[in-house]
């Protein structure tokens, strides 16, 4: 029993930071965003600590297991967070605003995501998945100042309630069809059924779709171009970079190992969002002018080129994905240090227009923003090639030419978007001053930029190790 | 204890490491610091020291690639990087060198050197590693690299904002890239991951593949060559520049293309090869005559520079289709003097154009008055022609002999092409030192400085010494 309760001890970390932080809210007169900030980090490393040491640890393995697989997902997510924590306690202190309900709230949707990844259960994941999209509500009512923004708040609420709705509907016609939510049972009862049972059918694709929306896959993309451009900077950072891992995670958990006697079903379908996803987030790249929307519409297009790249399914391209993935998230969380480096007389810039001439007043903001756009676009020598030639290597694997051709046509139309910055940053005359940037902006992004350099320049370093640990969720 | 180093790493990571110097390096012009541009020229002459060690380390009678280097890169695709040079490779990359001190030289007096020398040392970086590449995805990662200091460079130096070549110039590359990763990739697979790029031109793959394979090839090298329908961009650019550095490296963009011709194009010629290579040897020839052309009857002296380029260009692209290794040999010393050449006399025109500028003179007769830069800029005219001043003249001989015994026709074309783009040259180097046409109630420009001077009369040397035996520099 006790080991049971232990294997928990991980999530229960960072929920027991919550009381201590309200009681310092309540007590200590001088809480700064620092206090928050520190309170997290800690508990959020003995978190880390206890994931790594109880990797293979499952307390109700009908419900939850840890794995290697797990682990990993869970490791990447903290130290992510931990790295987003620090950024946007910079954010706090300039802002000078409390930072409480940003790190409480990001804490339980950590938690959230641990039990995600970890559950073997489609009602503990659907509570999760609920949890984890409630945070990133009140997260974004964190920031609404403006009367404008309560319809973005509404429309998420909405949102989030009817998928939640879509989920639970799924939950339960699969489980009057297969008489149980656990992975294994649904496998088995799906396997024997195959695909003539159409409720289950319905089910697994309402789950699907549920997936698809919470990645931001066209068309389910509306929500997410919205409540990052609405949402204050340290939010919109946590809901691209973070929350991410945990639905691919799922998502690959959902189809291995629970849905893939029916997956050729919507093998289709998923391509089609896929590439749709990657055509809206290309042209959208070209047109847009406000820098969160343009990064929105960047994620929507990563997003897309990353369920291409994981379309079958297999060992190989999970692998390909999750190193596009990761290079992905390495490439953005530069962008956002980049952008929170960008301020004009007290004002945080989010136009085009308003970094012109960027790279004579910030040379080094705007060559790590450079270098984090051609990671972006794949191009050598930066780390986005590791993951284009991974993807690529991988459809031509599977001798999938039309989504390799669709793949690199999309690439050149959103590099194409791409050079709008770099154009507005280099090319262009500024007029616009800007404010003195923090030394640990800088900080982060020389580490960012060492990570991207070494991860390329010797990728074996890491990648065989999560190629193993990968492997364990077949 | 120097043979034990990796010296092909070592030249290619050197202008590397210099660039992050010169990044941070605190560099302003208008008081005289020019701390970057001395990290370039530093690193630039060490770079050129080790090459010359690579040269006594080669073995000039084998062919093949030798000092060969292998990293192993990835496991998931199994990738390993090889690096490996040979004497083609080591005479261009020497070469690349030279020109690129020449551009060096030429804008140590402009402002906004830090980008300049940041992106050009990258770009000398990644064009070394280039043909210094021994496989196939080592070769394809510096050939699409090396696209984003160029792109910088055009975009920040090339005052070409308005009419859209950037894109242009964007749309090709990066299409031709795209295109020939994905022939790596599919050859790659076919060949499962051993292929090194001297092997490529002998490979034996069906004709499904080999069709997509010729179709890359092709579209990927010719979007650097300025070759109809891909020229547009080169030439916009190459006619807008004024910054000679901007301009020479623009310039060797298009030697990668020839060079991408000369390692892949298959030895065995089946139907399909046949069609393709007569496909592209009618366009190259059309291209060269209408641009020679353009040239002679142009006035504007940077066009009429640029058609000579572009016909010295596809001169090599015609000779290298026919897959000699003595015309292979004989491109790579054409080529030595030919790079140092147009680096000369983009750096001399340049001067001459800021000088015109500045004191708001035309052209006419401004070389009567200056005897130093008159004469170093009549030399690389006079070596730009053929004259037998550099080892263009002899090997230039020995590639349209080689041309003309193949086809006649082509041989003839190229001759005429030659004929047109040098009489372009000496017409606007006529017009240049015509004292009839002098103004004498204007002031005159300045003549260049003893120390330019002399730098340029070294240059000369090496040419003239390149005349008489191309690799001279073995026997020092």
Redesign the interface.
Known sequence: MAQQILTFLPEFLLLAVLPIMFLVQRFRSSATPKTYFTLSRYFLLASLVFTIVMYQYSGYPEYYENSLYTSLFKVIIYLLAWLWFALSCKWFLVEDRSSLGFYALCLVSLAAMSVMISSLNLGVMAIAWLVISLSNYFLLRLGLEHEENGFVEKSYLISILFFGFVFVAGCVLLWQSCGSLSYGNVQLSLQHQGADNLQAMFGVGLVLAVMLFSLSLAPFHFWYLDVIKTAILPVSGWITLIPIFAYFASLVDLIVNMFWSVYPQFQVALIAFALLSMLIGAVGVNGEDNLRRYFGFSTVFHMGFLLISLISFSANSVFSSFVYLLVYVLSMSGVYTSLLGIKSKGIYQEDLPSISGLSKLKPYIAAALLLFMVSLIGSPPMLGFLGKLSVINNLVLEQNYILVAAVLGSLILISNGYLRLVKAMYFEPGSNTFDRTDKGIYIFMFANLVVVVVSLLHPRLLMNDFEKMLITVF | MIESLSLLSVIIFLPFVGMLFA?SSKSDESIGNHNAFNVAVFTVCANLVLIMRIFYNLDISKSGLQLVERF??????NIDIILGADVFSVIIIMAVHLAFIIGLYGIKRQPRQK?LVVFGLLFLS?ITGFFLAGDIFSF???F??M??PLF?LI??YGNI?RDGAI?RF??YN??G???L??AV??L??HQEGKLAISHFSNIKIDSKIEYFMLTSIFISFLSRIPIWPFHYWISSISSSIRNPLVFIITNILPLTGIYGFMRFLPNGMDMLSIFYISALEIIAVITMVFIALIGFTNRDAQYKFFSYITVYYIMYLLALLNHDSFTEINIAFSCFSYLIVIAALEFLSDYLYFEQEEKGLNPDGILCSVPRISFVYSFFILAAVGLPVSSLFVNNFLIVSNLMSKNLNIGLLVVVSQTLVSGALLKNLYRLKDRSRLNQDKPCIGDIRRKTYGFLIVIMLILLMSSFKPLWFLEM
């Open positions: 990044l192993n890169w990835l496991e998931n695709p980008p990644l394809y990662i510096f699409e690299a696209l984003f910088m975009g920040i904002r894109y964007f749309l990066f299409l890239a795209a295109v990763f994905l990739i599919i790659y697979n």
